[in-house]
């Protein structure tokens, strides 16, 4: 016989996630693990939302942390506050805190889980970083040794548009991202790169025990891509992703960029909404843990089981934080191999003006295409790997150059 | 100020993954979680092995098993005796197993886990599935709602012979392997795919909490795939791969066989010894976890991890087992899509009479290829979905015909 351990849980946000785990829970999938997952009090700001028969509807979000029965608040209302003042709350009175809320937790890490050790308290957060795929649980748990390197595909909408690129335009690729719900109708947070540097701040603390806040991370949105280099880089034989890099090295590099991708490489085969994430560590070698990044089961899955594993006892142990601030490396410091895009003059001579300011700043061309027609044509060049700042002083003098028009386009070649 | 945890572990087995063991423990990785292991004594049978300075070296397994100061017991010899002895034995002196032997736990699963629960004792077994790939610890903490279906490539060997086949011929492919420490010299458990099927069986009992023989799932291995076929799956768009499939329907599919996985299924990209897991969950949607699935160090990390975890607390809770035998689905009754390939005489009406007999047993065909010359020659053939029963009949049919020389091969499509 097994004896069921019983445990009320609170819901603060009841949007899609949170209905979502309503969902998981009317489905007793806890039982399997001898435990009893209660939803006692649902708190949501909109009082039309859908009612959920046979559970309580709290007048706010006090009202759940004050209960005292209650012993897990889930926090899924997402932002910086109240979120914030609500995870304090909660673990004051001593209740666990499971949160999808990517927002608060990159920045401001530092407070709540000082709070939650000085409460003995859990935090489970697995729903915060790419859905459905667990990666929060194999970096705390699966990866003690050391790694190398992260990269990740942490944004399903951008993944989205930049797969669609390959047979519309930006604009069209955006709006079909949103009418399928894979892109807020303000798109500006993923496009910009932000929600995915939120995400690798998140992965960096976990991996490494050092906080750094999301705005000490190099980033670059996929605004600058067109529907063109991603038909130059198919020619190449590459694909255009954006990703999230931490690259542990003495001064260890954190950006987010749009990256020419290999079509060898595991992470080119991730397309659509799809998030992936690709560890190299240094004793197991690389590898890639992909599936949902986003949407109602996937992230309520990953909710449900930071719920179930508190019940069973399991803390998330984040390695000590250091309480230091660390260098990070300027992205001018980089060492890359990029892919350039110039829109120049079709006459004799100038791809010698263009490769002679190259030489002069020490990067070496591993190949050009052009091949258009017209007055004016685009060259594409990619380089061996070259000094980031030296390119930036090169594209500079090449973009003053009278048979050049308008700005180059710029755009890393994945490394790892 | 962190407090350490201090922990006496002892090993039983010192080869390929023990000596990983040993040289990851001496980086003191386990540091960041606030844990000293301290690698107590080695008993290893051979008594030539390299010894490592400041470890003491036990006369035999007992005097490991029977150290008071140990308590966690890392059995590392492989098979299935003396392994389960040991086990038993260690777990009835109270001591935590951290195991990567997929043989023994395949077999006795049932006794192994009923002691452990008696004495309140941990078992960790990532190690003894897909090496560097934390397979377990997902199946039992990250996916508590439902899964579907698990498909995993989950023997290296085979994976590495299968990628090399497509330049040169079985036997090349295969000395390649073993030259490069990827097939064992006697590889007739790997390529015969048991060696995946005691994985599956794992990965069936953790998932659904239901024991079990391997010898339950039906198995073919490699020997029957050619060149030949690798290269006509190349053209009709698919790759082969050796796939340990459980199907999760209502009468469960347990099956490892080569399969034709359409080269748009993220399993196709998983190349040489690489291993991968791929689980379609009805909450999460499909997954995928890709890594090194052997070696030294990979496994290793595994076995480490495992001790971590154990240190901080945490047991693995396998789902109750369910102490009934379940049917489990006839391969004459699975419902797929098939390749055949028959060695036919080049004349007119041969293609009308195999297209006779599949009618007649309902096997309705997708796709033809006869394109080569010769007396003989090669036609191959793409099903749609039909009874594997049927096809068994038609072929036996088909190869008794006078125009067919030989045997059919016979390989089927992913269906997932």
Same sequence: chains 1, 2.
Avoid: W
């Avoid at 351990?5 to 899609?16: H, M, Q, S, W």
């Avoid at 435990?35 to 706010?60: H, Q, T, W």
């Avoid at 690389?286 to 986003?294: H, L, V």
């Avoid at 490769?355 to 002069?360: A, F, Q």
Wanted: charged share 25%.
């Amino acid at each position: 016989m097994i004896k069921y351990k019983n445990v009320n849980i609170g819901l603060i946000g009841c949007g899609t996630v949170g209905v979502g785990v309503v969902k998981l829970l009317r489905k007793g999938i806890s039982k399997k693990y001898g435990i009893n997952i209660n939803l006692k009090k649902i708190a949501d700001i909109n009082k039309k939302v859908e009612k959920f028969k046979g559970i309580e509807y709290a007048r706010n979000a006090e009202e759940v942390i004050n209960d005292p029965e209650i012993e897990i608040i889930v926090e899924l209302i997402g932002g910086y506050e109240p979120a914030l003042t609500y995870i304090l709350r909660s673990l004051e009175k001593k209740k666990h805190i499971v949160t999808a809320n990517k927002a608060v937790l990159s920045e401001f890490a530092p407070i709540i889980f000082k709070k939650a050790k000085q409460k003995n308290m859990s935090i489970g957060f697995e729903a915060s970083v790419c859905g459905s795929i667990p990666i929060i649980n194999i970096l705390l748990e699966s990866i003690p040794t050391n790694i190398k390197s992260i990269i990740g595909i942490v944004n399903g909408s951008t993944n989205y548009i930049l797969t669609k690129m390959r047979e519309k335009d930006y604009k069209d690729a955006l709006k079909e991202a949103q009418d399928k719900g894979f892109a807020e109708r303000d798109p500006s947070f993923d496009i910009n790169g932000l929600d995915s540097t939120q995400k690798l701040a998140i992965l960096f603390l976990i991996s490494k025990g050092v906080y750094i806040k999301s705005t000490q991370i190099y980033t670059e949105g996929i605004t600058i891509i067109t529907k063109r280099d991603l038909e130059y880089a198919e020619e190449l034989g590459y694909t255009i992703k954006l990703l999230a890099i931490a690259n542990f090295s003495r001064i260890p590099e954190l950006r987010v960029h749009p990256t020419l991708v290999p079509k060898t490489h595991l992470l080119s085969s991730i397309e659509y909404e799809d998030n992936a994430v690709y560890i190299t560590g240094e004793a197991t070698g690389p590898q890639m843990y992909t599936g949902k990044g986003a949407g109602m089961l996937p992230t309520a899955n990953a909710v449900i089981s930071d719920i179930i594993n508190i019940v069973r006892g399991k803390s998330y142990d984040i390695p000590e934080f250091k309480n230091k601030t660390i260098k990070i490396k300027n992205h001018r410091d980089y060492k890359l191999e990029y892919y350039f895009r110039f829109l120049a003059l079709d006459k004799p001579g100038v791809l010698a003006k263009i490769s002679n300011i190259l030489g002069i700043y020490n990067i070496s061309i591993a190949s050009v295409i052009q091949k258009e027609k017209g007055r004016y044509v685009p060259i594409v060049m990619m380089t061996h790997k070259s000094l980031e700042g030296n390119v930036y002083k090169a594209i500079k003098k090449i973009e003053k150059l009278d048979c050049i028009k308008g700005r180059a386009n710029l755009i890393r070649v994945l490394d790892i």
